[in-house]
């Protein structure tokens, strides 16, 4: 659940650069900046592994209604990407000691983030 609000959060925060963008108000370079990724965040990962949504067998599927099994399979399809991605980190992490994670961000993001910081 925990990993699920944190990427809600980041996705949060995209929104309004993702209107200006649509809308063409605002043309902004783009660059690609790897933040070290927290210790804690990737023990919690191998602890924790995200899971939105338990496993449902097809026999409880059926049972279901036909929205909920789209949801379902929207869900576990981004649960499936997410804990790829989780699990590329935590294979960074153990030969290496640290992991680096990839952040597209636009000049006025990486002024923020330094205001930050």
Do not use: C
Not at 75 to 93: M, N, P, S, V
């Amino acid at each position: 659940m925990m990993h699920t609000l944190i990427w809600i959060n980041i996705m949060i925060k995209k929104i309004p650069h993702s209107i200006n963008i649509f809308l063409g108000t605002k043309k902004k370079k783009k660059r690609v900046v790897k933040r070290r990724v927290p210790k804690a965040l990737i023990d919690l990962k191998v602890v924790k592994p995200l899971r939105s949504v338990e496993d449902l067998t097809p026999v409880q599927l059926a049972k279901r209604s036909p929205i909920f099994r789209q949801y379902y399979a929207l869900t576990t399809f981004i649960d499936a990407k997410l804990r790829g991605y989780e699990q590329a980190l935590i294979r960074q992490y153990n030969p290496q000691g640290y992991a680096e994670d990839e952040i597209e961000v636009t000049d006025n993001d990486s002024e923020e983030e330094e205001e930050e910081n």
